[in-house]
């Protein structure tokens, strides 16, 4: 079985310059997630979908980052312009949701973002 | 809203010691619990998970971990630590319900020395 696929694996960007991060998830996982990890923390979450639809993007600054799952399958996260504290790594995870919702996350390798 | 302390931001541990990382949480019903570990450069990898029935937890690679409700831990263990567990090793809660989210620690580092 395929993992979950992020790409790039890694970019630098100078700041207020745009980039776009994407993710493919397991087959048939209906939830994706996009976290954001800051170095020397662990992960925090910026947007959950099930299927294309939003289910919480509460911690996602709106003002600068973006995503979207049209086809409810893959996903890309934007950021735009970028600012020195977005520099991370972005990892994107799926889930099947089963009876019980035992939310068992499945991660892919990250994306780190460096910005200069 | 949950949370996830890891008291331990670094650990140093001989190669055939054993090992126990702790996890505290905060959660208002019994929690889902999880422990990941992640090695340089990659993603997180799932160790072991809790959501209900016996409170010892036995995961992939030797690890285990207890579910203490009364001092909301869920401490990670391993008898004997081998050079290849030297990671980043994280605990993490999820809720039960719709949201289903997980908040992790901030994790802890582990060093094994030869």
């Known amino acids: 079985e395929a993992g979950v696929a992020q790409s790039p694996r890694y970019k630098i960007i100078e700041k207020r310059q745009s980039v776009a991060f994407w993710c493919n998830p397991i087959?048939?996982?209906?939830?994706l997630y996009w976290y954001q990890q800051i170095l020397g923390q662990g992960p925090k979450l910026l947007i959950q979908?099930?299927?294309?639809?939003?289910?919480?993007d509460s911690q996602l600054p709106k003002d600068r980052f973006s995503a979207e799952r049209l086809k409810g399958v893959d996903s890309t996260l934007k950021i735009q312009p970028a600012k020195l504290e977005d520099s991370a790594v972005y990892l994107c995870?799926?889930?099947?949701?089963?009876?019980?919702?035992?939310?068992?996350?499945?991660f892919g390798p990250g994306t780190r973002l460096t910005v200069l | 809203a949950q949370s996830v302390t890891q008291p331990d931001i670094h650990i140093t541990v001989s190669e055939g010691a054993s090992l126990e990382l702790r996890c505290n949480y905060s959660?208002?019903?019994?929690?889902?619990l999880f422990w990941y570990v992640q090695s340089p450069g990659q993603g997180l990898q799932l160790l072991l998970k809790?959501?209900?029935?016996?409170?010892l937890v036995q995961g992939i690679k030797g690890f285990e971990a207890e579910f203490k409700r009364s001092q909301s831990s869920f401490n990670l263990r391993k008898p004997s630590v081998h050079w290849s567990d030297a990671a980043e090793y994280f605990c993490?809660?999820?809720?039960?319900?719709?949201?289903?989210?997980?908040?992790f620690g901030s994790g802890t580092q582990l060093t094994v020395l030869p």
């Open positions: 995870a799926s889930s099947l949701e089963g009876a019980g919702g035992q939310n068992e996350q499945f």
């Open positions: 087959s048939g996982h209906a939830t």
């Open positions: 979908f099930q299927n294309n639809g939003v289910v919480d």
């Open positions: 959660y208002g019903a019994t929690p889902y």
């Open positions: 809790y959501f209900s029935g016996d409170t």
């Open positions: 993490a809660v999820g809720e039960r319900g719709s949201a289903r989210q997980l908040t």
